[in-house]
């Protein structure tokens, strides 16, 4: 749906931040899982991992913040209220 806008639409840009954010987040529940089946030192390395993805969501706050202040007041003026209410508590959450 996404792939006939243009490069640079601000719609495209926010979905391909939002697929990129999912998927650091299935990459940290992954590693959670398996810290209880490793031993110490290998729980080490999986905590580095889930650190360093844990920066990278950190960096995604501009991206929450745009759909915040842009997409879901948009939404809300067209008469979508029920999604951006449940995004902006997907947010609170994340």
């Known amino acids: 749906m996404f792939e006939?806008?243009?490069?640079?639409?601000?719609?495209?840009?926010m979905?391909?931040?939002h697929e990129h954010i999912l998927c650091i987040l299935n990459e940290i529940q992954d590693l959670g899982e398996q810290l209880s089946d490793k031993n110490k030192s290998e729980n080490k390395?999986?905590?580095?991992?889930?650190?360093?993805?844990?920066?990278q969501l950190i960096s995604a706050e501009p991206h929450h913040q745009r759909?915040?202040?842009?997409l879901f007041p948009t939404?809300?003026?067209r008469g979508i209220i029920g999604p951006p209410?449940?995004?902006k508590q997907e947010h609170v959450v994340i």
């Open 85 to 87: 209410q449940v995004m």
């Open 15 to 17: 979905f391909i931040e």
């Open 67 to 70: 759909e915040e202040d842009v």
């Open 4 to 13: 006939e806008l243009n490069d640079g639409h601000v719609i495209k840009t």
């Open 45 to 55: 390395n999986l905590l580095q991992q889930i650190n360093q993805l844990s920066l």
């Open 75 to 77: 939404l809300e003026t």
